[in-house]
């Protein structure tokens, strides 16, 4: 008799229906685990939202708003590279 069971993992990560919902975990691990990817920009910046691949990160100081506006390309590729997929491919800065 072959076994139809699978785990909850592999039918979360391959089940078409659930697509909403680990777009919307996936987002939400962006927003939680930002100041373990950056630790040195705990005190800068805070991360909002994560929705449609765009992390809004509230900088309230216009100085290291425009520094980080530089260096937003390596903020982009160190956080994909941290989760191993594209998670996001912009990031707004609030004030």
């Not at 809004?56 to 530089?70: D, G, Q, S």
């Amino acid at each position: 008799m072959r076994s139809s069971f699978k785990s909850l993992k592999e039918v979360f990560r391959k089940e078409r229906s659930l697509a909403g919902i680990r777009d919307l975990v996936d987002s939400s691990d962006v927003v939680v685990k930002f100041h373990e990817i950056f630790p040195n920009l705990e005190k800068v910046a805070t991360p909002l939202s994560c929705e449609k691949k765009v992390l809004k990160l509230k900088v309230e100081n216009p100085a290291w708003r425009n520094e980080l506006k530089f260096m937003e390309t390596e903020l982009i590729e160190k956080t994909n590279k941290y989760f191993n997929e594209k998670r996001i491919n912009q990031i707004r800065f609030i004030g």
